[in-house]
RNA sequence: GGCGGCGUAGCCAAGUGGUAAGGCGACGGUCUGCAAAACCGUUAUUCACCGGUUCAAAUCCGGUCGCCGCCUCCA
């Protein structure tokens, strides 16, 4: 099967066929560390995540570069706001990433590189532009001349006339054209500074992603990718460093991803909606997190809300209670019961269909990362597997074997699936409890006046406990086991 | 003003030429003292609207309406 994903260079599914066979070099833009981060943030961080999660699980040889952005008017503005110095800010924001992301179960990159870290390669690539003929120096300042680039603009589809038409920069008379980007800025006071050869000053904001990926991935980079904010001009504005001053092409092919909004909003510091990733994982699980996003195709906007949240949750609580399950019933088996001989015909075609999951799955992920689809086939074998499990024969444990391994496997890729089930039960169990008024103690003693009740077939006072403790979002399951309590 | 995207059931959401995935909800059934959970079944002759191309269109083309993003820092 081959891999297709949609290029936002051509704007078309293309094959995913990378430079070297079998290898894959892959750029993310990480983040400016300057505050928390938001769930924006963690939608990319994702998605890219389990791009490179499934370009590993086909095989490939993946070098995954994400880096840091740790010098920038944002930082020194928040560094002078608190009188600190910019590396502390970007160093406290850094920590509180990996807290973030490692919450949301982020496989590390390949490489972490920050930007300040490596200004001796981005002064070497200002200066070969500047040999070009793609940039020149104006007052301690590097500018790029746009115009010096013809396919300026090919990304995100505008012209230079065009883009001047209705440009909304301000006017500095030094610049040959308006749209003219800075690639050095020259020092101001109580700013972080380097030596330049022209004069103390620190990188523009673009060329650090140019040198960084050139670095660690080559001239050529296979996958480039960031929210669709950054398509311009970020992204247009990377191409013309890497490309002006290498003569290849930078990049073949081109992911971004859709915006978050909350509550049909969008998300902005002056709507005061931002939502950050800490305060999203206080309520919920980060499975429940990533299902949510992976819900939704990764290209398209996703709203963030409360009732798609509580949806997700609620579907990540079935998956795992049909695992749980499962686990019950195989913990007692051994390894090698997972053979097909003498299933019924029902068992035999759940059995079928478990093998094919992972086919189907692949299919799926293979059409430019299509996880509504991947997490659609999870509901339909989670239903097989429940059918099996309702009524277990004694060869039900080689059906369930199977299954739980489909789930495991695939999960994987997504991230999902991968706590202890009966853990995950637990863990939210517990979460909900904390929010009741009604104390375990309290829910048990009620439960066993209503078992006494119905002992004695005294079902007005039995069904009054149960609306009771209803009213307060608890719900009362009798099972042959007696009787068991769950917070809606 | 320029560029781009979107509009699929009550809601969320796949599907980009071959006759509408999946989830939530709702309704009916199995089970239950009643419930819950789970399972089974039903729930879009139709994809914003109008016109066109085609044997065939939610998918392609033209137009209309509505929503949104980018063009300035932004995942």
């Known amino acids: 099967m081959s891999l297709r994903v949609y290029n936002t260079m051509t704007k078309k599914k293309e094959e995913l066929v990378p430079l070297k066979k079998g290898r894959i070099g892959m750029y993310a833009c990480g983040v400016t560390v300057y505050d928390l981060c938001h769930i924006g943030h963690a939608r990319s961080a994702v998605?890219?995540?389990?791009?490179?999660?499934?370009?590993?699980?086909?095989?490939?040889?993946?070098?995954?570069?994400?880096?840091?952005?740790?010098?920038?008017?944002?930082?020194?503005?928040?560094?002078?706001?608190?009188?600190?110095?910019?590396?502390?800010?970007?160093?406290?924001?850094?920590?509180?990433?990996?807290?973030?992301?490692?919450?949301?179960?982020?496989?590390?990159?390949?490489?972490?590189?920050?930007?300040?870290?490596?200004?001796?390669?981005?002064?070497?690539?200002?200066?070969?532009?500047?040999?070009?003929?793609?940039?020149?120096?104006?007052?301690?300042?590097?500018?790029?001349?746009?115009?010096?680039?013809?396919?300026?603009?090919?990304?995100?589809?505008?012209?230079?006339d065009e883009m001047q038409a209705g440009a909304r920069v301000e006017v500095d008379e030094r610049k040959r054209n308006p749209l003219d980007f800075a690639l050095w800025k020259a020092t101001k006071p109580g700013e972080p500074s380097w030596q330049s050869p022209w004069g103390e000053g620190r990188p523009g904001w673009h060329i650090e992603c140019s040198a960084m990926s050139q670095k660690y991935l080559g001239d050529t980079l296979d996958i480039h990718g960031g929210g669709k904010d950054l398509i311009f001009p970020h992204h247009e504005n990377e191409i013309a460093q890497a490309e002006g001053a290498t003569g290849r092409p930078f990049v073949r092919f081109w992911l971004h991803n859709g915006f978050v909004n909350i509550e049909k909003e969008k998300m902005s510091k002056s709507l005061g909606n931002f939502l950050t990733i800490k305060e999203i994982v206080k309520s919920y699980h980060p499975e429940v997190v990533r299902l949510f996003l992976l819900s939704r195709h990764y290209r398209s906007p996703v709203d963030f809300s409360t009732q798609g949240m509580e949806e997700a949750r609620r579907n990540l609580e079935r998956f795992y209670k049909t695992l749980a399950g499962i686990d019950e019933i195989i913990v007692q088996t051994k390894e090698s019961d997972s053979a097909s001989e003498g299933l019924s015909p029902e068992e035999m075609a759940v059995y079928r269909r478990a093998e094919e999951f992972s086919t189907h799955f692949e299919e799926a992920m293979d059409d430019d990362f299509n996880t509504a689809v991947a997490i659609a086939h999870f509901f339909e074998l989670s239903h097989d597997l429940n059918r099996i499990l309702q009524d277990p024969s004694p060869h039900a444990p080689q059906v369930l074997r199977k299954g739980r391994e489909a789930f495991a496997l695939a999960g994987k890729v997504l991230g999902i699936f991968q706590e202890d089930p009966q853990d995950f039960l637990e863990v939210e169990r517990q979460r909900k409890i904390e929010q009741l008024t009604l104390t375990p103690k309290e829910i048990e003693k009620l439960i066993k006046e209503r078992n006494e009740a119905r002992k004695n077939k005294n079902w007005a006072r039995a069904d009054e406990i149960r609306n009771h403790l209803a009213s307060q979002g608890i719900v009362l399951e009798d099972g042959p086991q007696g009787t068991t309590w769950r917070v809606e």
Do not use: C
């Open 47 to 160: 998605v890219f995540d389990v791009i490179y999660r499934y370009l590993k699980h086909k095989g490939y040889d993946v070098t995954y570069v994400r880096n840091f952005t740790d010098v920038d008017d944002k930082i020194i503005k928040r560094a002078q706001e608190e009188g600190v110095g910019t590396e502390e800010i970007a160093a406290r924001y850094i920590e509180e990433f990996y807290t973030d992301m490692g919450a949301l179960g982020l496989l590390a990159p390949t490489v972490e590189p920050k930007a300040t870290e490596h200004i001796p390669e981005m002064v070497a690539l200002v200066q070969q532009l500047i040999e070009k003929g793609h940039a020149y120096e104006v007052d301690g300042d590097v500018y790029y001349a746009v115009e010096s680039f013809p396919g300026y603009g090919k990304l995100s589809k505008r012209s230079l």
